[in-house]
């Protein structure tokens, strides 16, 4: 005790007082009167807004996070978690889990997305259990975007999986260098971790037969799986509904979705941030034919993405989320002998699934056919399999179940008849008159219509509020005679500025790439892209003219296009010839691959230019970009870049593989190509 609490002490022994003084009662009925008025009064406008969250919170559902919960919750004991850019992933996982009920066991399936992945190693709390992974992969080997967290977890886990069971099925294509990256990835992480590997990697091949590789993957994976859990197929091979349908006869039209990808009434109120759930309505201000002759229609579209907030790069992917044609839709309907226009759900019958409807509900069949689902594909074995049922005719029934069976005999069938033929869903009701199936089953095992990619075909420096596409319009004859069209570029194709004005729109967003230009604007580069694989190079070179107004050091700029004729379809012949006059391309070849008796591509040219090519690219560190197709011009490149290396580098044919290889991994060769 110091002095001053001694001497406190002493006063107040020597001469008690009352505990309050008037003064002591007068300063705490002041703070007192403060307090209350602070909590009762000024506090009072802030804590309307709480309550008002506190109750919007509570009304909307809590969605688990925790699969292992979830399983247990639900009496599960197969996960399939799917990694998916298109829905084939997606698609192919739904399968899976379904199949589980005919071996006696529950599957579920799952986005890796939307659950916490670190919970892997609890799965041996769950017996008799195991994990499947569908993994497509995406771009230059990466995984796809709902797979992305998950593949950042595997990398940095150091989790024990011992005692998990698991198997991968990869979706990917052989045209591209990183071919099922991902599927390999995760099956020998796992496997590194512990894990036990139930069944073989499964590696499909996109550009093959994705179907076929999946089902002969998933004849010998159900085996592998009752042999090692000491359980036999139940015999129950009958369809499973998983969707009820739910006919609204008397519904609020605000309530109806009439084509929005997420958000009800995002069409009509637009609102920020615009991305994949939320695209922007962008306006077509320009749509104009490229090509001066032939019988294509190449066509150059302008999207005005004024007040959208969105940026871009030059080599960023522009999404579009197209509708399929009306008449086909019309004639779908006519030959179900149904009314479109029902308001109408479907509805998951798991009512503890994250996925209640299998597309936005409610709305009507016209709209689910138009802007949801995906009738102009070829459908999968699994949609015969279940229309079986509705065939009448038993050779017709006799015919789908064996497209589905997976026996080498039904493989061919399929492949003849439904992939080469390229029939799809109406096609192959119009051929099939005995199958009547009921509508809303369609409607359940048709797969999403996916948004479709675009290389922009400008630069965001030059061209901030505007984006710009160039792309093909897909129309052919099939070996039935019927006419296939694409469907998006038959539907940006209509998309035309009316006489009086009017601007049709596009729902679309952006999605990043990692095909960039040098940092350095002063490095060389060397751009390679026939045909509509100009797209990104216009954007490329509308960047390089940029930085030279701007007074900056840019280094050669050269491009390899190619077409079939100069006055047919040298797209953008007039811009091109323009950049190259003021010296921002230093170098425009063109191959015109029908002008003469010998088809000339474009690796024919960069073969003729060899010594200053390999001069760039091993001294002045140019950086090469091949746009176009993956399957014949891509492969063609590399192997002309390959050459090089070799006649003039003087590097044997593995050290010439070698070299080019590097230069993928330090980003000096890019690739944004398409099979």
Same mark, same amino acid.
């Given at each position: ?54 109750? $919007? ?10 699969? *292992?919960?979830?399983?247990? /919750? ?31 066991? +529950? ?41 992305? !967290? ?10 024990? &999986? ?21 599927? +390999? ?8 971790? =512990? ?80 991305? $994949? ?32 907030? *969105? ?25 179900? =002998? ?16 994250? /996925? ?30 279940? &229309? ?18 997976? $026996? ?36 359940? &095992? ?14 965001? /420096? ?24 694409? @469907? ?6 209509? +998309? ?28 060389? @580069? ?14 490329? *070179? ?25 006055? !047919? ?7 091109? !010839? ?32 060899? !010594? ?35 006649? @003039? ?16 991994? /330090? ?9």
């Amino acid at each position: 005790m110091d002095d001053a609490e001694s001497h406190l002490q002493s006063d107040q022994e020597q001469d008690p007082e009352p505990f309050l003084s008037s003064v002591d009662i007068f300063i705490f009925s002041l703070i007192s009167g403060l307090l209350i008025y602070w909590f009762f009064f000024r506090r009072k406008p802030t804590t309307a807004p709480e309550i008002r969250t506190v109750t $919007s919170t509570v009304s909307q559902p809590v969605r688990e996070t925790s699969f *292992i919960e979830k399983m247990k /919750k639900t009496n599960r004991n197969i996960v399939v978690f799917y990694g998916s850019q298109t829905g084939t992933a997606e698609d192919f996982a739904n399968r899976l889990a379904k199949d589980a009920h005919r071996y006696g066991m +529950k599957g579920m399936a799952a986005d890796p997305e939307e659950y916490d992945m670190s919970e892997l190693s609890r799965l041996r709390e769950i017996s008799n259990s195991m994990v499947v992974f569908c993994l497509a992969t995406y771009g230059e080997g990466d995984p796809t975007d709902n797979a992305q !967290e998950f593949y950042d977890w595997m990398q940095a886990a150091d989790d024990s &999986l011992e005692g998990i069971n698991f198997a991968v099925f990869g979706l990917g294509n052989k045209t591209y260098e990183h071919f099922n990256a991902m599927g +390999k990835y995760t099956d020998k992480r796992l496997a590194d971790l =512990g894990g036990k590997r139930i069944y073989d990697l499964g590696l499909g091949d996109d550009d093959s037969n994705l179907e076929e590789d999946f089902i002969s993957w998933k004849e010998q994976f159900w085996p592998a799986v009752c042999e090692f859990f000491g359980v036999e197929a139940t015999g129950v091979d009958s369809s499973i509904r998983q969707f009820e349908l739910v006919v609204h006869n008397d519904i609020n039209m605000n309530q109806v979705y009439t084509g929005e990808v997420g958000r009800l009434g995002s069409f009509q109120t637009q609102k920020l941030p615009f991305d $994949s759930k939320n695209p922007f309505l962008a306006s077509v201000s320009v749509n104009r034919k490229l090509n001066k002759g032939g019988n294509r229609h190449l066509m150059h579209i302008e999207l005005d993405i004024l007040d959208s907030k *969105i940026r871009y790069d030059a080599g960023d992917h522009v999404a579009v989320y197209p509708t399929n044609d009306t008449s086909m839709v019309s004639k779908l309907g006519k030959r179900l =002998g149904v009314d479109l226009d029902i308001f109408m759900s479907l509805k998951n019958l798991d009512e503890e699934s994250n /996925k209640k409807h299998p597309f936005p509900c409610p709305t009507t069949y016209r709209t689910a056919l138009t802007h949801y689902l995906d009738i102009n594909n070829p459908p999968r074995t699994n949609v015969l399999y279940e &229309l079986a049922q509705y065939a009448s005719d038993p050779q017709e029934q006799e015919n789908l179940h064996k497209m589905a069976s997976g $026996s080498s005999e039904g493989k061919a069938l399929y492949q003849s008849w439904v992939v080469a033929a390229e029939r799809n869903i109406l096609s192959i009701l119009e051929d099939l008159q005995s199958l009547q199936p009921q509508i809303d089953h369609l409607c359940e &095992l048709l797969p999403r219509l996916q948004a479709r990619y675009y290389s922009i075909a400008s630069s965001g /420096k030059v061209h901030p509020s505007s984006i710009h596409i160039c792309a093909v319009v897909v129309e052919y004859a099939t070996k039935t005679g019927r006419v296939f069209k694409g @469907v998006a570029t038959n539907w940006l194709k209509n +998309k035309v500025v009316t006489d009086n004005g009017h601007k049709p729109t596009v729902p679309m967003y952006v999605r990043r790439s990692q095909f960039r230009l040098p940092f350095k604007p002063s490095n060389p @580069v060397v751009m390679i892209g026939p045909g509509t694989g100009i797209a990104p190079f216009i954007g490329f *070179i509308q960047e390089r003219a940029w930085h030279k107004e701007q007074g900056k050091d840019v280094g050669e700029t050269i491009l390899y296009f190619g077409c079939r004729h100069r006055n !047919e379809d040298f797209l953008y012949q007039q811009e091109l !010839e323009e950049f190259e006059r003021a010296g921002v391309l230093t170098q425009l070849n063109v191959a015109f691959s029908r002008d003469q008796e010998h088809k000339v591509y474009v690796q024919h040219l960069l073969k003729k230019n060899k !010594e200053h090519l390999w001069k760039l690219i091993h001294f002045n560190n140019a950086h090469i970009y091949v746009c176009g197709d993956a399957r014949n011009m891509a492969r063609g490149v590399h192997a002309a870049f390959h050459e090089i290396a070799q006649e @003039v580098g003087g590097l044997t044919h593995t050290q010439a593989v070698d070299y080019f290889k590097k230069l993928m991994t /330090k980003g000096r060769y890019s690739q944004d190509v398409w099979s």
